[in-house]
Every structure is written in structure tokens, then in C-alpha cells.
RNA sequence: GGUGGAGUGGCCGAGAGGCGAGGCAAGGGACUGCAAAUCCCUCUACACGGGUUCAAAUCCCGUCUCCACCUCCA
């Protein structure tokens, strides 16, 4: 089977055609960078590396546009309570942005573009939309006149009649229609603007999604992709203004579910402190990472540490397969990912049956592993392989990067480490071949205190570093 | 008021008319000097009430509970 996605605008699941064969053009809503990273935000940035990286094993050359959107009424508001200009608010928080998708082995976006570098291709939209007659311009606003265009609601399933008035503060007066929303905000003084034709001002939310996705992917484009809370108004928003301007805009919605927290949603508003680097400090990124993809993207994710711990665990017997199959047959065994891990990921990126059968392959690669020297090389290498492709297309391969720490001086730690620890395990060796069992646990135990735990395995002791979860 | 989701075993979490995903935990067995790791076996499910059907966790009707969105959100 074919890659089938579902797509938010039909309500449906339909099969993925490119509108470029071998080739896929892809926007992602990425972050307002106006405050820490939370496990939450990191979601939709997890979620569609893992298309990415799927769609690139499938043999697709895939274009991603994930925006920042680096002004807005928040990033002023923070950047009066920080006691620091807004640009440096931003730049501070994209900064740690960045470090948490690294921190998570998601892999850069071919072009990352941020709102205030676009202000010349917002512009020019709404100039189209002006002449289109979908926008007016009021006192140095402009605003998307709703009632202008016929499908506004179509993708959110809403009918602008049944929507509750907006309750949108100061403009509501300037506004044709209460639900018609700003392309641009006259500026105020003090506030960051930028010159246009209706007067200085600076973007509003949504212009610069529908600006940059089309500056960067063409009018029209592939997939657009978000959080589920963006479907509406965001979405909804970006789709009247590309398409009222003429533009055939996504052909695909994709919106991943929310992380909550005991029942709550992890919004920006919540403040709570499920901030990346602090549950980094509980696992490491890869059992982060696990965790969060191995649910399904349309799934909402109740966040615990002892949900995380579980996960971690379940990664680790993963992982420990590899390291020790990789250990006898070779690092080098990247295969082919298996077709029933294929076909999971086809139906919608079905990823928790995807990671099913990469268990059901580590429980067969363990069960040749424990046969020691009489074990089948070969077999035991195309199921490492196999393994190892598929952990790869969900960015958790423990040999590959950025997770592998084969090189610098980490390597050279380890191969120090490595020395003593053998010494010990030789002495350990001598003592429990004299059935001197006293030494021998007590070296274990040693070992033990300083974060090592051994296997005894058919070919001899194997020592690794001890990841219990705490 | 409008729109859309969800309720699965001790826990996490899939599936979407028949043949019980997977993991974690628990119990038993194998292996081990003892462990650890590993393998094998076992146990516990589909919110509630009706209905359709040879067959319902899955479809239909109703009820309850929870959640999301309706112009700040990933």
C-alpha cells in the first residue's frame, strides 16, 4: 500500500500524491518564540520530522518550510517584562528552540524563515487581496473581509454563522464583520513597525504563514502542518486569504494532537514545567523522542514520568539488541526497512504498529543472540539491519547520529573506561573459575557503585553503563 | 449554542464487524555459582443501556463522563 495520509480539510484518509512526482513540499507551522520550549511544542516538530524522514526512505526529495514567527502581541508583552528589546526576545528564545529540536534529533528544516524577514511578501498578498476585493484596508489596519469568501469554515468545519461573535477587543469597530480578522495592525507607539501602503504597522498572525509557504513552496504546495488547535482560526485563516488571492495553496492538512497534562493542555498560558530541558534532565533525548513518536500523531499524549519511564524502558530493550547485535555482527548492517514496518507507516504513519514490529524482530534477533557462538551471523544481521532502518526512520537509531557517540573525546573516554573495566572483569573471571564467588560479586558489586552493570553472556562478560529508570 | 474527538486489562497504548497489536508490571519455567540480561508459558479488556447481525470493542440509537476548537496557543 501506497502512503495514505488524513487529511483535516476532507475528513478522510486519502493516498498521498505529490503534485511533483518524487518530490513533496511541505510547511510546518513551527514556534512563536516568545517562551521556553515544552515537551508540548516540540510535538508537531517530532511528528513531521518522522514524515520527513519517512518520506525521504520512500525515495521522495522532500522540501520542509518551518517558520518562526518572530513578532507578535506576546513577544512584546514578554519583552516589556523582560526588560529587553523584542528582536532579543526572540532571537533568545529561538536560540533555545533550536536546542531543544537538536536536544531531540529533529533534523533541520531546508529553510527555517522567519515572519519579520517577509514583511515584503505580506505586502504583496494583501495588495492581491485588496484588488481581489477580500480585504480593506481601516486606519492603518487591514483586515480579511470573511463574508467575501464563500468557503471561509470549509476546512474547520465551522459556518461562520454559527460562530460565536468575536469578543476581539479594540478593533471590533473598525471591522466590517466581527468575524473578519487582521491581515495587519497599525502600529502604536512604541511598537516595533514596518512602511507599507495603508501606512507603518506590523503583521498579523496569520499573513505570514500564507506569505512564506508560498514565497518559499510555490502557490500551491503539498502539505501544511500544525498542532490540531491551529485547524481554527489559524489554518482556516491562512487557507481564505491564499486561496481568496488565487493561490491553490496545501493539498494536504495534517494536525497533530496535543500533549496534556493530567488532563490539562500544555498551552504557553499554563506556564507549567514540562519545559524541555528539565525533563532532560529526568532521560535522555532518545527516550524523550521514543516516547512521544511512538504514539500515535493523532493521539492525544497524557504526559507522566511514569508513562516517560515506561517508554524509556521499552526503547531500552531496543536498544540493547542493537548494541549487542552490532557488537557480533558488525555496525554497518543498515538494511531495508520491514514491510510490515512499511506498511504501518503507509496507513497514515501508523508508528505504534510500526514500533510493534520492530519488538517482534528484537525478540526473534534475542533469541539468536542467545544461542552464542552456533548463532545464524547472517540472520542475525539482516534483523539488526532491519531494526536499525526502521529506529532511523523514526530518529532513534542509537548508532547514527546525532545519538551514536563513536567520535571526539567521548570515544576516548570510553575507550578508557573500557581498559579498567576489562581489567576487573578479568579479575572477576579468574575468581569465579576458582569458585571464589566473595571476590567475584564484590567486584561485581564495585562495579555496581560506579554505574556499570554486567551480563554474563555465552561469550563471556559485557559491561555497559546502567540506565535504570530512577 | 455550533463543530470535532475520546472512554480498552494493574499501567501505557494500538486496532475498527469473526481469528485477543505491542510494551511495562505480575506469576511460573529455562539459563546462571547467584544475579542481570535473554527466551518460553500464563493472567487480566473494550464506559453504560438497548438494537442490527450467524457474529459487535468495532455498525446504529440512547445515556453518562472527559477533552479540544469557536479569532492567544503546537
Not at 511598537?191 to 495603508?198: D, F, L, Q, V, Y
Not at 506590523?202 to 508560498?214: F, I, K, Q, V
Not at 571476590?439 to 561485581?444: L, M, P
Request: overall charge negative; aromatic content about 8%; glycine content about 8%.
Amino acid at each position: 500500500m501506497a502512503l495514505h495520509l488524513y487529511d483535516t480539510a476532507t475528513r478522510s484518509t486519502r493516498a498521498f500524491v505529490p503534485l511533483v512526482p518524487g518530490e513533496v513540499s511541505m510547511y510546518l507551522c513551527g514556534a512563536t518564540v516568545q517562551g521556553r520550549p515544552h515537551v508540548g511544542h516540540l510535538r508537531a516538530g517530532l511528528v513531521f520530522d518522522v514524515l520527513t524522514r519517512w518520506l525521504r526512505a520512500s525515495g521522495l526529495r522532500v522540501t520542509l518550510c518551518r517558520n518562526v514567527t518572530d513578532i507578535d502581541d506576546k513577544i512584546l508583552a514578554r519583552a516589556i517584562e523582560e526588560g529587553r528589546p523584542w528582536w532579543a526576545v526572540a532571537a533568545h528564545y529561538e536560540r533555545a528552540f533550536t536546542d531543544a529540536y537538536t536536544a531531540l534529533g529533529v533534523l533541520p528544516p531546508t529553510i527555517e524563515p522567519r515572519a519579520t524577514g517577509h514583511v515584503t511578501q505580506m505586502v504583496q498578498l494583501m495588495q492581491r487581496l485588496i484588488e481581489r476585493g477580500h480585504a480593506y484596508a481601516v486606519d492603518g489596519d487591514v483586515y480579511f473581509d470573511v463574508r467575501s469568501f464563500a468557503d471561509y469554515g470549509a476546512l474547520s468545519g465551522q459556518r461562520p454563522d454559527d460562530m460565536e461573535p468575536a469578543a476581539d477587543s479594540e478593533f471590533t469597530s473598525r471591522k466590517h464583520d466581527p468575524r473578519d480578522f487582521a491581515l495587519w495592525k497599525g502600529s502604536k507607539p512604541g511598537e516595533p513597525s514596518w512602511p507599507t501602503p495603508w501606512g507603518d504597522g506590523r503583521p498579523g498572525w496569520h499573513l505570514e504563514c500564507s506569505a512564506m509557504a508560498t514565497a518559499y513552496l510555490g502557490s500551491t504546495f503539498d502539505i501544511h502542518g500544525g498542532g490540531l488547535d491551529l485547524r481554527f482560526p489559524h489554518h482556516e485563516n491562512e487557507l481564505a486569504q491564499s486561496r481568496a488571492a488565487g493561490d491553490g495553496f496545501a493539498q494536504y492538512w495534517l494536525h497533530n494532537a496535543w500533549v496534556t497534562q493530567a488532563g490539562e493542555k500544555m498551552s504557553k498560558s499554563l506556564g507549567n514545567t514540562m519545559v524541555v530541558d528539565e525533563v532532560l534532565q529526568r532521560v535522555r533525548g532518545i527516550e524523550l523522542r521514543w516516547y512521544l513518536v511512538s504514539a500515535h500523531y493523532r493521539s492525544n499524549i497524557e504526559f507522566s514520568d511514569d508513562a516517560l519511564a515506561e517508554a524509556g524502558a521499552a526503547f531500552r530493550r531496543i536498544e540493547h539488541f542493537v548494541l549487542r547485535a552490532s557488537e557480533r555482527v558488525g555496525a554497518d548492517a543498515v538494511g531495508d526497512v520491514p514491510t510490515a514496518f512499511a506498511a504501518a507507516l503507509d496507513d497514515d504513519l501508523g508508528t505504534p504498529a510500526a514500533v510493534a514490529v520492530l519488538h517482534g524482530l528484537v525478540t526473534e534477533g534475542n533469541a539468536l543472540l542467545a544461542k552464542g557462538a552456533a548463532m545464524d551471523a547472517d540472520a542475525v544481521r539482516a534483523l539488526l539491519g532491519g531494526v536499525r532502518a526502521g529506529l532511523a526512520v523514526l530518529g532513534c537509531d542509537p548508532l547514527a547520529e546525532p545519538w551514536s557517540r563513536q567520535g571526539g573525546e567521548a570515544a576516548e573516554y570510553h575507550a578508557a573506561v573500557d581498559a579498567l573495566v576489562r581489567a576487573e572483569l578479568a579479575e572477576r573471571q579468574r575468581a569465579r573459575a576458582e569458585r571464589d564467588f566473595a571476590t567475584a560479586d564484590a567486584i561485581r558489586a564495585r562495579l555496581a557503585d560506579a554505574g556499570i552493570q554486567i551480563e554474563d553472556t555465552t561469550d563471556g562478560p559485557r559491561w555497559s553503563l546502567a540506565r535504570e529508570a530512577e
